[in-house]
C-alpha cells in the first residue's frame, strides 16, 4: 500500500515519520521543498507536487492549517482530484468546518473515492511519541482500512460517525480546552491577588475534582511562564472561530465558547499569535493588574 502525506508542519512532520517508522511506503510533499528533505532522509519519498503524489498513493493524509487550505489540496490548481485513483481514500487530519468536510466528501464520493475526517489532539509532543488522540468521521469500512496506520500515529483512536463527526469532535474538543485555559488562568489570578501561591493552589487542586490533564500541563507552563507554542494561539483562535460559525449555523448560544473567542483575537492583535494558546493569561494578567507569580 502506497501512503501519501501532504503538509509536514508541527504536526505533519512527525505523524508522517511515525508512518515511515511503523515500516509504510510514504511519498510525501509539501509547498516549501526543505520541509521535505527530513522525511526523505527518513526514507520518504518527495514529491514536487499534489497530483504527482495522488497519482502514487492509495491513501493520501492531510495536515494542513484551514478549510481553504484543506479545498485548495483537493480541488484546486494541480490538485489530488486531478490524480487520484478510483477506491482512494483521502484522511483529512487537519481541524476544519464540519460543513465543508461534508461537502468535500460528497465531491470524492462523486469521482468514487472515500473521504476520512480524523482531526487530532495531543499537541506536537503527541505527534512525536505517537500517542495522538484521533477522532473520526466517515463510513466504518474506510476507517477499518485505514486503522492501522492510524494506529502509528496515536492510541486514542475513535470512529465517531459519519463524515463531519470527527470535526465536530475536534470542535468540542477546543470549546473545552480553550475554556479549560481561561478557567485555570482566572484561577491563578484570583490566587495572586489574595496572596496565595498559585502553585501551591494548583498542587491541591490536582488532587480534586478540579483536576485535569489541562491543570497539569497548562497550569504548570502558566507558572513557569513558558509561552513557547505547543499549540500556536492563532491556531486556536481558525478553531473557535469554527466553532462559532458552527454553533451560528445550528443556532446555538455558545457564550463560553464566544468569550475565549475573543481572548484569543486580542492575543492575535496584539502579535502573540505565535505563542502558545495559553497566552490568554497575560490578557487577564492585564484586565486585573495582577501578574501571576509563584513563590
Known sequence: M???????????????????????KVHVHARRAEMMSALSDAGATACASISELAAQSDIIFICVSDTKDVEQVIL???????????????????????SATRSLAKTLAAHQCHMLDAPVSGGEQGAIDGTLSIMVGGEEAIFNRVL???????????????????QVTKTCNQVVIGQAIAAIGE?????????VDPAKVRQALLGGFAGSRALESHGQRMLDRNFKPG???????KDMRIAMETAHELGLALPGAAQVTQYLNAVVGQGKGENDSISILELQEQLSGITVKSE
Do not use: W, Y
Open 148 to 166: 492501522p496506520l492510524f494506529e502509528a500515529m496515536g492510541k486514542n483512536i475513535v470512529h465517531i460517525g459519519s463524515n463531519g463527526a470527527g
Open 231 to 237: 499549540f500556536k494561539a492563532h491556531l486556536h483562535q
Open 2 to 24: 502506497n501512503i501519501g502525506f501532504i503538509g509536514l508542519g508541527i504536526m505533519g512532520r512527525p505523524m508522517s515519520l511515525n508512518l515511515l517508522k511503523a515500516g509504510h
Open 187 to 195: 484561577a491563578f489570578v484570583l490566587a495572586s491577588a489574595s496572596g
Open 76 to 98: 484546486g490548481d494541480n490538485c489530488i482530484l486531478s490524480a487520484i485513483k478510483k477506491d482512494s481514500v483521502v484522511v483529512d487530519m487537519s481541524t476544519i468546518s464540519p
